[in-house]
Antibody, heavy 118, light 114 residues
Framework: EVQLVESGGGLVQPGGSLRLACAAS????????MSWVRQAPGKGLEWVSI???????YYADSVKGRFTISRDNSKNTLYLQMNTLRAEDTAVYYC????????????WGQGTLVTVSS | DIVMTQSPDSLAVSLGERATINCKSS????????????LAWYQQKPGQPPKLLIY???TRESGVPDRFSGSGSGTDFTLTISSLQAEDVAVYYC??????????FGQGTKLEIK
């Protein structure tokens, strides 16, 4: 079964850091295009970052320079390092696979909540 | 960036009736070389992640009931639920994957029972 499980969310103070993880099963992370998408409380979906199978990475303007996407092939796990966190980064963070290259997202993980507050 | 705009923001439909959600992109998401529209629809129920319903604007995902259908081309798209069931109460999002990154989503349409 193809599955994604996120972890690492929690409460962090403004300016702090957090690293999210997304463990994959049923497929190989490094052979796929993998994204992070977030959803602020009561709001819509916002794409955050993607890592291509070849290793190229891209970010939304709102997180560029603060967030870093990466993967560990040996652990078949995707990561999102989040630095200099702001209150507006508070959201549920989902990882998702692009089914075809840069295409639509399936599956999605269950999400992990990040709360940035003092 | 391509802006996706859904209408309406919320919708109340009686059980067994038709529900229609519209999605408009700020530029065409039709790739002329393969005649495919790079548009997907997702369903999100409370406390759950989004679930893929439709891709390539009109291809239903495996396991999705056939009361769900997608149509449209270029810049205007529609998600139709032919006969609303109680379990269809959710927020629905459209997404373009034509010009990425960034991927962009519509703001969502909340579907309720009248």
């Amino acid at each position: 079964e193809v599955q994604l499980v996120e972890s690492g969310g929690g409460l962090v103070q403004p300016g702090g850091s957090l690293r999210l993880a997304c463990a994959a099963s049923g497929f190989t992370v490094s052979s796929n295009y993998m994204s992070w998408v977030r959803q602020a409380p009561g709001k819509g979906l916002e794409w955050v970052s993607i890592i291509y199978s070849g290793g190229s990475t891209y970010y939304a303007d709102s997180v560029k320079g603060r967030f870093t996407i990466s993967r560990d092939n040996s652990k078949n796990t995707l990561y999102l390092q989040m630095n200099t966190l702001r209150a507006e980064d508070t959201a549920v963070y989902y990882c998702a696979r692009s089914r075809v290259a840069i295409g639509y997202f399936d599956p999605w993980g269950q999400g992990t909540l990040v709360t940035v507050s003092s | 960036d391509i802006v996706m705009t859904q209408s309406p923001d919320s919708l109340a439909v009686s059980l067994g009736e038709r529900a229609t959600i519209n999605c408009k992109s700020s530029q065409s998401v039709l790739y002329s070389s393969n005649n495919r529209n790079y548009l997907a629809w997702y369903q999100q129920k409370p406390g759950q992640p989004p679930k893929l319903l439709i891709y390539w604007a009109s291809t239903r995902e495996s396991g999705v009931p056939d009361r769900f259908s997608g149509s449209g081309s270029g810049t205007d798209f529609t998600l139709t639920i032919s006969s609303l069931q109680a379990e269809d109460v959710a927020v629905y999002y459209c997404q373009q994957y034509y010009s990425v990154p960034p991927y962009t989503f519509g703001q969502g349409t909340k579907l309720e029972i009248k």
